[in-house]
């Protein structure tokens, strides 16, 4: 016969795991110091900028 299962058990494990990884994404997201916050920033500046650059302009001709 099968074993008896307690569901609830699992329940919690599942919330635990997903707890976990909230926490872990949590971390990366705001653990970072103001150095690294810095210089995340001014890379993503750089690349806004080098987009921008890169785009063509409408033509005025309709």
Known sequence: MAD???LNRFKKQKQRAE???KAEQNR???GQ???QKD???SEKQKT????D???LAPSDKT
């Open 53 to 55: 650059q890169a785009k």
């Open 19 to 21: 707890k976990a990884e």
């Open 4 to 6: 008896i299962v307690n």
């Open 28 to 30: 990366a997201k705001f």
């Open 33 to 35: 110091t103001k150095s």
């Open 48 to 51: 806004e900028r080098r987009l």
């Open 39 to 41: 210089n995340t920033r």
